[in-house]
């Protein structure tokens, strides 16, 4: 029988993040992860960004979520010798003089002027008409890819992985099948919706669909957002998305290509040549928090989920709160602690 301090769950951006943080702290770790229809991390954007939407709003504690994001991936690029961490400039698309005033009176505000600098109003010549472009500083993106497939051939060369479905019914107390843990801590991202040991969540996930495509020429050195990102990855590729969907499934579909080539063509005025088409499931949450904390079935029984769709800037900084709320005494923050969903459920089921 194996001995762990941690069994993890589940290796997406939660788990991976978990994982490397509990290393640190010289636990041992062992993780079960198969990946299945709908995860998310692999196909999602990566990126890190200050300042979204067309209301130009700063992200929720984004200089927290920020500062330790960076030096997390950071140091996960030192620790797997690889370059998974891009720190790029976006450049928001302005249409309209209304856009650019808009950009204008946001970007003196106090608490954007780290982020959001003077607009540009030469743009690169594959870009159809616009006014200009405002710029987005301490911006990166994460390759996902890279990042979780060498953080997943370590764990297998320590044999640290099992590839294969968790099954909740072999769970006894602190034993799995041929695992004893003293933790077990779950990231199954959208899939938490099984979970019998955190009843009564729901989540309220999105799906999403990305293309990869490839643009002749020299690489873009910004990332490009109107309605949707285009991503430079390397070599003329670039990852384009994301939709935004109510209906879960895992199928990509025409009408989701159609969508993000619509939004390209608004875009480019270049060819390019579609490469993949994916989709992924984004694990929301109605109020848009995560979800940590504690079982009320197992007091050994751990939750780090609900990253919604800033999974890449959040896990980081909530993976160490989830470390610290465990083996430091820290308080759990209270508006992530998955017990109000729970409570929530049980209030409406007493009305
Ligand atoms: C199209 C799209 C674009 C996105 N773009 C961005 C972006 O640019 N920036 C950003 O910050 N966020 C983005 N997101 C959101 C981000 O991807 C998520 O917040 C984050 O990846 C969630 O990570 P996770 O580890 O919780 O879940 P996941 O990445 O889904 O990982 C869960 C893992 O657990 C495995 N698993 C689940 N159940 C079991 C089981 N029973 N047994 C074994 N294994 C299991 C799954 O197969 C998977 O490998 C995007 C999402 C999508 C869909």
């Known amino acids: 029988m194996k001995k762990v301090d941690i069994l993890i769950v589940g290796q997406g951006i939660a788990g991976t993040v978990l994982a490397y943080q ?8 062992h993780v079960i992860d198969k990946p299945l229809p709908g995860y998310s991390t692999l196909v999602a954007g990566g990126i890190i960004n200050p300042v ?10 984004f200089d927290l979520f920020y500062e330790s994001s960076m030096r997390t991936y950071h140091e996960l690029d030192e620790f797997l010798n690889i370059h998974s961490l ?7 698309l302005l249409k309209t003089t209304e856009d650019v005033n808009d950009w204008e009176l946001k970007r003196v505000e106090p608490e954007y002027q780290d982020y959001m600098k003077n607009p540009i109003f030469k743009l690169d010549e594959r870009i159809t008409t616009h006014q200009g472009a405002g710029i987005l500083t301490r911006s990166a993106w994460i390759d996902t890819r890279l990042l979780l497939s060498s953080f997943r051939n370590l764990l297998k060369k320590n044999d640290q992985l099992t590839e294969d479905e968790f099954d ?11 695992i004893e843990f003293d933790k077990i801590i779950f990231c199954e991202g959208h899939r938490i919706d ?14 999403g669909e990305v293309l990869t495509i490839k643009i002749e020429g020299e690489d873009f050195d910004y990332i490009i957002n109107k309605m949707i990102y285009i991503i430079p990855l390397s070599n003329g590729k670039y990852k384009v998305g994301a939709t935004l969907d109510r209906e879960i499934n895992t199928e990509i579909t025409e009408k989701g290509k159609n969508d993000l080539v619509e939004k390209i ?29 504690v079982s009320t079935i197992g007091d050994n029984y751990f939750l780090l989920n609900g990253l919604g769709s800033k999974g890449i800037s959040l896990a980081p900084y909530f993976a160490k709160h989830l470390l610290e709320f465990i083996y ?23 009305q």
Not at 86 to 92: A, F, G, T
Not at 328 to 349: G, T
Request: charged fraction near 30%.
């Open 328 to 350: 430091n005494n820290q308080p759990l923050q209270q508006d992530i602690n998955w017990q109000r969903v729970f409570k929530e459920k049980n209030r409406k089921a007493a």
């Open 194 to 207: 099984n979970n019998p040991f955190f009843e009564g969540i729901h989540l309220w996930s999105t799906k």
């Open 22 to 29: 509990a290393m640190k702290r010289n636990l041992s770790v």
């Open 265 to 293: 063509n608004s875009i480019l005025k270049v060819p390019y040549k579609i490469i993949e088409q994916e989709t992924g499931i984004r694990p929301n949450v109605r109020d848009r928090k995560p979800l940590l904390g």
């Open 168 to 178: 909740y019914c072999e769970l006894k107390k602190n034993k799995y099948k041929d």
């Open 86 to 92: 891009h720190s790029l400039p976006i450049y928001k």
């Open 52 to 61: 979204t939407g067309r209301r130009l709003v700063k992200s929720w504690n």
